[in-house]
């Protein structure tokens, strides 16, 4: 069975400030990666996904990704936030066997004018 | 593109009414997924089909649950004899399995509030 771990329940920072978003997952197969985002009031909405090639994944609005097999580790990052980027970021993981996705608790990202 | 469409956007029963939530996927797409969102539980899978088939019921609860797709283009999920523990937002995403996509599309939700 997959598993995600999301350690960071709340993640605040400023505007213009970097941004890692941690995501730890457990499975023994061959997976797929994905980051979701959630607008307060909104459904989740894709942002990247890993499945092999470069461990660094580039999503849309300057997010990126990075794989890390030894760390079991797919990190959610962004060099400059703006404000719009407050929401709740799920890390998602799948087996290639079929399409059901876990997801993670969220972590909620506040970023502060 | 309308997206994934759900409908209603926010529903109030009693206690020990009957809910429909309406599911209409992403046009092409045969796989739709039903997830469960709490603040308190967080996001819950609840089942899915493929194909009009249902795949993985694990995550609905035994009693008072169900879930259909009668055809490609609609799902629903009933809940019978709703309690207030069942208030939550319902989530319906659709994904195309060919070639196979683990990109999910969600629906904006059905608020469920049961009084």
């Known amino acids: 069975t997959q598993t995600v771990s999301q350690s960071d329940a709340h993640v605040t920072v400023f505007e213009g400030d970097s941004v890692e978003l941690r995501c730890n997952y457990s499975?023994?197969?061959?997976?797929?990666l994905s980051w979701y985002i959630q607008h307060h009031g909104h459904g989740l909405q894709f942002l990247l996904k890993y499945y092999s090639g470069n461990p660094v994944v580039q999503g849309v609005n300057g997010f990126e990704a990075e794989f890390s097999k030894s760390d079991s580790s797919f990190h959610l990052r962004k060099a400059s936030v703006h404000w719009s980027d407050s929401a709740v970021y799920f890390c998602?993981?799948?087996?290639?066997?079929?399409?059901?996705?876990?997801f993670g608790d969220g972590t909620q990202l506040v970023v502060k004018p | 593109n309308a997206g994934v469409i759900q409908t209603p956007r926010h529903k109030v029963t009693g206690k020990g009414q009957e809910a429909t939530l309406w599911c209409e996927p992403i046009s092409g797409h045969s796989a739709v997924f039903w997830y469960r969102q709490t603040i308190v539980q967080g996001l819950e899978f609840l089942t899915y089909f493929r194909n009009q088939a249902p795949i993985d019921d694990s995550g609905m609860p035994k009693e008072r649950f169900s879930a259909q797709m009668p055809n490609q283009s609609h799902s629903t999920l009933k809940i019978q004899s709703t309690q207030p523990q069942d208030s939550a937002v319902y989530l319906c995403a659709s994904s195309s399995p060919t070639p196979i996509s683990y990109e999910q599309y969600f629906g904006p939700g059905t608020r469920l509030t049961v009084l």
């Open positions: 499975y023994g197969g061959s997976i797929y």
């Open positions: 998602a993981v799948s087996a290639h066997s079929n399409n059901r996705i876990f």
